[in-house]
Structures are given as structure tokens and as C-alpha cells.
């Protein structure tokens, strides 16, 4: 059949190779395994097999030298698609993976635009995705959720002018002394509405304990300003 065999007479394949199964070497030299090096000290790669411990795997270090750990890299072409560093985190998409925070481990998606995309067999599918620095989960093509730069999140919009923005036109906002449920509301240098129309809003307040509503007269356009007038107080 011209199949070659090394290690075994018995072929599975143009070539076969018998190596010794057990798990990969903690320290000194690359010992069990398929390994591909450079000179007798340097970096190494090792496919091989553990068949006690019931698994395969490649280990990536130097060849005489197992425990110090070196990055593993995956190429398309002559572009790296994706690595493994030293610390066990993993980059997709980049190969300067950062890990600010201090986790034990990250996987990170890294571009210009990078986003985890999640499909059912259904063809249902949701992303998650940092585009232009702002955080965001798609259902489709539609925006559910959006955190901009400051930190404002949108729900349903994807264009948040609160801190919590609901749809279009409702949402949370506060400060120290209230917390503030409005509808077509948002404060920018004084009350402003999303658009034309009426505003009414619920003001919840640590100062008396109250619970104040209010409404204002219908705006003549977006943005336009607005002054609310208290209707009732609990």
C-alpha cells in the first residue's frame, strides 16, 4: 500500500506513528509524544497521547525544558488567527492579549470591531459585540442592549441620553438625593424632551422620604426645553 509506519507495523494511514501514551512531560525533556523542535534546546511543539488519562494533546514549551511554558499560535495563510500565551489565556483575532484586571485566565476577541456571536440550530442568533468602544447585545440586526463610553445603557435603543434608557422615550436617572423614572424625558444642561410631546415623570427622594409626580405641557419638538410642574406628592 506504500503506507509507512514508525514505531508500528500496523498502518492506520499514509503515515503512522507509535508514541508513547502518557501525559505530558511537567519537567526536563519532551519525553512521550510527536515533537517537533528547534535545535536541542529550543522552543518545542508535542502532539502525543495519554491514554490512561483518556485524552490527547499538544503541549507547547521548549524541548528540553517541558514545564516553561511558550505561546501557541494558529495561522490562516500568513495571518495569525488566533494564540494561546504562556499564561494559558487566549486571543482571537489578536496577538497581544490583555488581562488588566487580573483574572486567572481571559479569552479575548480582539479587531477593530469584535463581537462573540452565539447561533441555535435554529438560525437564532445573538452577539455580543464591542463596536466603536461601546458594548452592545444584537438579536439579529436588531440593538437589545447598548452601554456607551459613560456608561449610559440603553435597553431597546441604541442611543441611551439617561443612564438607564428604556426604548426611545423611558428611563432611569438620579443622583444622591432621588432617583427618577421619566417618559420622554432627559436632562442635559436642564430638562429636555426626546420628542414632541407630553413629559411626565416620578421622582423618588431621600431628602423628605417622598414620592413626587409630575408632567409638564406637550413640547413643540425633540429637544425642545421643558419645565415640569408638581401634580401630586406622597
Known amino acids: ?21 502518557g501525559a505530558p512531560a511537567t519537567s526536563g525533556n519532551m519525553t512521550n509524544g510527536l515533537t517537533v523542535h528547534n535545535t536541542n534546546g529550543g522552543r518545542a511543539i508535542q502532539l502525543g497521547v495519554n491514554e490512561s488519562g483518556g485524552y490527547t494533546y499538544l503541549q507547547s514549551a521548549y524541548v528540553n525544558n517541558a514545564n516553561v511554558a511558550q505561546p501557541m499560535a494558529f495561522f490562516t495563510g500568513a495571518s495569525e488567527r488566533m494564540r494561546i500565551d504562556s499564561s494559558g489565556n487566549v486571543g482571537i483575532g489578536t496577538s497581544s492579549i490583555t488581562n488588566a484586571l487580573g483574572w486567572g485566565s481571559v479569552a479575548q476577541v ?13 438560525n437564532v442568533q445573538w452577539d455580543i459585540s464591542n463596536f466603536g468602544g461601546t458594548f452592545n447585545i444584537y438579536n439579529g440586526s436588531a440593538n437589545r442592549l447598548k452601554i456607551d463610553s459613560s456608561g449610559r445603557v440603553g435597553i431597546g435603543t441604541s ?11 423611558g428611563g432611569l436617572d438620579g443622583n444622591a438625593n432621588q432617583l427618577i423614572l421619566s417618559n420622554n ?21 431621600n431628602q423628605d422620604g417622598s414620592i413626587r409626580f409630575l408632567n409638564t405641557s406637550a413640547s413643540s ?14
Not at 500500500?1 to 501514551?21: M, P, W
Not at 480582539?110 to 435554529?122: F, R, V, Y
Not at 424625558?185 to 427622594?205: C, E, N, P
Open 221 to 234: 419638538s425633540a429637544n425642545a426645553a421643558i419645565t415640569f410642574a408638581e401634580r401630586m406628592r406622597i
Open 159 to 169: 442611543n441611551p441620553v439617561i443612564p438607564v434608557q428604556l426604548n426611545n422615550y
Open 1 to 21: 500500500s506504500g503506507n509507512v509506519g514508525i514505531g508500528t507495523a500496523s498502518t492506520f494511514g499514509r503515515l503512522s506513528v507509535s508514541v508513547s501514551a
Open 110 to 122: 480582539g479587531g477593530a470591531n469584535p463581537a462573540l456571536s452565539l447561533k441555535n440550530t435554529s
Open 185 to 205: 424625558a432627559y436632562y442635559s444642561g436642564g430638562d429636555k424632551a426626546v420628542k414632541s410631546g407630553f413629559s411626565t415623570r416620578i421622582d423618588l427622594t
